[in-house]
């Protein structure tokens, strides 16, 4: 297993995290709903990638739901003073494992409790909004009610520190002018390039950029290319696209996702993946390839 101790890290709020992080999302049931198939194995991914120097988890109360939280609290509580565990609010799971919008106010206030109950936390350390206007992209639409809600939360000791999830840059803004931001987490990879302009600005803020979906939108054409290069280098696609965007910008923080150690090594090992010049253009190019 790699250590990854000593790669760079980032600031998010008040804590320097480093830039290799894990995702819970995967420690749930097929379609992120219901228990895992191996719950020693979730247990075993969580306290391998804390033990390799993960100190940034990404999770949420609706996925499960109270599946991935309940798991991390029972594999890592009492937590490592430096892990920071950040989570969302503003969705819920439907009986048919549907996503849907929980984003009332004492919707959001319940998410909260919930996410305090099920970690083993008095306080949050981040909660993300995740925009629901359109559950897979980001659509336009004011969020002032639902910041808002959150930052009277923060106000009250429950949350330290307050982000956006799915959001665009006009509700990043308007967020702002509520209450601090200290980071956002969108779909971004080395084809998915719709926030460019958005990782530079809160680059320039010094905020966290926390994408998903690493390898989430690619053609058949960009995979093959993505493939090709990394069995020169001896790699795995999903190794050399974290690698890339560990290269992309220093504000972006990693969280990919598994419930697998096996494949946790493997994602952690992209760290010390270092592409050359030239191959950051041929994966540049793939954006626009197909």
């Given at each position: 297993?790699?250590?990854?101790r000593?790669?760079?890290?980032?600031r998010?709020g008040?804590?320097?995290?480093?830039?290799?992080?894990?995702?819970?999302?995967?420690?749930?049931?097929p379609g992120v709903?219901?228990p895992p198939?191996?719950r020693?194995?979730?247990?075993?991914?969580?306290r391998?990638a804390?033990?390799?120097g993960?100190n940034?988890?990404d999770?949420?109360?609706?996925?499960?739901?109270?599946?991935?939280?309940r798991?991390?609290?029972?594999?890592?509580?009492p937590?490592?003073?430096?892990l920071?565990?950040v989570?969302?609010?503003?969705?819920?799971?439907?009986?048919d494992?549907?996503?849907?919008?929980?984003?009332s106010p004492a919707e959001l206030?319940?998410a909260?409790?919930?996410?305090?109950r099920?970690?083993?936390?008095?306080?949050?350390?981040?909660v993300n909004?995740r925009v629901?206007?359109?559950v897979?992209a980001?659509?336009?639409?004011s969020?002032e009610?639902?910041f808002t809600?959150?930052?009277?939360l923060?106000?009250q000791?429950?949350i330290?520190?307050?982000g956006l999830s799915?959001a665009?840059?006009?509700?990043v803004?308007e967020?702002?002018?509520?209450a601090?931001?200290?980071?956002?987490q969108?779909?971004?990879?080395?084809v998915?390039?719709d926030?460019d302009?958005?990782?530079?600005?809160?680059?320039?803020?010094?905020?966290?950029?926390?994408p998903?979906?690493?390898?989430?939108?690619?053609?058949?054409?960009?995979?093959?290319?993505?493939s090709?290069?990394a069995a020169?280098?001896?790699?795995t696609?999903m190794?050399?696209?974290?690698s890339?965007?560990?290269?992309?910008?220093?504000?972006?923080?990693l969280i990919?996702?598994?419930s697998?150690?096996?494949?946790?090594a493997?994602n952690?090992?992209?760290?010390e993946?270092?592409?050359?010049?030239?191959?950051?253009?041929?994966?540049?190019?793939?954006?626009?390839?197909g």
């Amino acid at each position: 297993m790699t250590d990854i101790r000593k790669m760079a890290s980032f600031r998010l709020g008040d804590r320097n995290v480093r830039r290799m992080g894990y995702g819970a999302m995967q420690l749930a049931g097929p379609g992120v709903f219901g228990p895992p198939r191996d719950r020693d194995a979730a247990l075993r991914v969580l306290r391998d990638a804390v033990a390799a120097g993960v100190n940034h988890i990404d999770t949420s109360d609706f996925c499960g739901p109270h599946v991935t939280n309940r798991i991390i609290r029972e594999a890592l509580h009492p937590y490592a003073d430096d892990l920071v565990i950040v989570t969302k609010v503003g969705a819920a799971r439907g009986d048919d494992a549907s996503w849907l919008p929980a984003q009332s106010p004492a919707e959001l206030i319940q998410a909260v409790h919930d996410n305090m109950r099920n970690l083993g936390l008095d306080m949050l350390e981040v909660v993300n909004l995740r925009v629901m206007g359109d559950v897979h992209a980001p659509t336009e639409g004011s969020i002032e009610a639902q910041f808002t809600t959150l930052a009277k939360l923060r106000e009250q000791g429950l949350i330290r520190h307050l982000g956006l999830s799915n959001a665009t840059a006009a509700q990043v803004a308007e967020a702002q002018a509520i209450a601090p931001v200290i980071c956002v987490q969108n779909h971004y990879n080395l084809v998915h390039r719709d926030d460019d302009a958005l990782i530079d600005s809160l680059a320039a803020q010094g905020i966290a950029y926390v994408p998903f979906f690493p390898l989430g939108g690619f053609n058949p054409i960009q995979s093959e290319g993505l493939s090709a290069l990394a069995a020169r280098l001896d790699a795995t696609p999903m190794q050399v696209a974290l690698s890339w965007l560990l290269a992309r910008s220093q504000n972006l923080l990693l969280i990919p996702g598994t419930s697998s150690p096996a494949h946790l090594a493997e994602n952690l090992a992209a760290a010390e993946l270092e592409l050359s010049d030239a191959e950051k253009e041929e994966l540049h190019a793939l954006a626009t390839a197909g």
